[in-house]
């Protein structure tokens, strides 16, 4: 079973908004911290947002205000919920997360955004 599975991304116009999920299937999933990453073509993995055990959140500053990282622990899944998006937010979504014993990358999931 992969640990970290992924869906919601795609093709969106500027301006729009996509729901990225993530399941995990993980024995730990609420000691867990989770994460979301992008990495746009040419560039480095970045961080979005994470969202720790506790629900305190963290985003970057260039998402600020527009994305919303949420954890369900009862269904071992964690959303990404985009609005307002830009061309520059382009680039393959990993969901990552660590728990008590160790860390995990989900496959990715493309989002393009089109201006």
């Known amino acids: 079973q992969v640990p970290l599975v992924e869906s919601g991304g795609g093709l969106v116009q500027a301006g729009g908004s996509l729901r990225l999920s993530c399941a995990a299937f993980v024995r730990f999933f609420s000691l867990s911290t989770i994460a979301w990453y992008r990495q746009a073509p040419g560039k480095q993995r970045e961080l979005v947002a994470n969202?720790?055990?506790?629900?305190?959140?963290n985003y970057a500053d260039s998402v600020k205000g527009r994305f919303t990282i949420s954890r369900d622990n009862e269904k071992k899944s964690a959303d990404l919920q985009m609005n307002s998006l830009k061309p520059e937010d382009t680039g393959v979504y990993y969901c990552w997360l660590r728990d008590i014993r160790d860390e995990y990358w989900g496959q990715g999931t493309q989002v393009t955004v089109s201006s």
């Open positions: 969202i720790t055990v506790r629900g305190t959140t």
